[in-house]
């Protein structure tokens, strides 16, 4: 992998995320604050928290409760998980899917970066088939990681980071806090 053209395309991203948070209709961002929004506030891309794992997918998916910000209960399947290594502390992450049949992977997580320089409520990382697949492994790219869209409007209600999910280690990677 081209390690500047990584860094480019993803900062060439986050650009295009920025002009569509500033001007599109659908923007989390509140009509009254859109024409003062510049940007949102990242870490630089790190290929260290960009992994290819392969994801244990469970045989028997079992349908959870996750609780959302308005308090409502949301049914996922938990699908499988991952593991993998920062700074030699083994972690783990599930992943979820709203329905069998979906090509996304949910990953909501926290990590000890959450509530300081991250949002406190956590992250989420979505990964789909035909983009972050590679014959049996995944790309799980934490410079991916982005805010729920309950972060920047009250207007959103968005799932809570399940318990099993919060990481003990720092990920400073992706999207930081929003203001």
């Known amino acids: ?25 659908q923007s989390p961002i509140p009509p009254e604050e859109q024409a003062n929004f510049r940007k949102l506030n990242y870490f630089e891309p790190d290929l260290n928290y960009r992994f290819e794992l ?7 998916k079992e349908i959870v409760n ?5 308090g409502n209960l949301r049914d996922f399947f938990k699908w499988g998980k991952f593991t993998f290594k920062i700074e030699n502390n083994t972690c783990l992450l599930y992943a979820y899917k709203s329905e069998e049949g979906e090509n996304r992977l949910f990953i909501p997580f926290k990590d000890a970066s959450s509530g300081k320089e991250t949002y406190g409520a956590g992250r ?41 999910n919060i990481l003990k280690v720092k990920i400073n990677a992706g999207e930081k806090n929003y203001k």
């Open 66 to 70: 996750i609780e959302d910000t308005g």
């Open 124 to 164: 989420y990382l979505d990964l789909y088939e035909e983009r972050d697949k590679k014959g049996n492994k995944w790309i799980l790219d934490f410079n991916l990681a982005t805010n729920p869209w309950c972060a920047y409007s009250e207007n959103y209600v968005c799932p809570l980071i399940p318990f099993e």
């Open 1 to 25: 992998m081209n390690t500047e053209n990584y860094k480019k395309q993803i900062k060439y991203d986050r650009i295009k995320k920025d002009e569509f948070f500033k001007q599109d209709f």
């Open 54 to 60: 392969e994801l244990e997918e469970f045989n028997k």
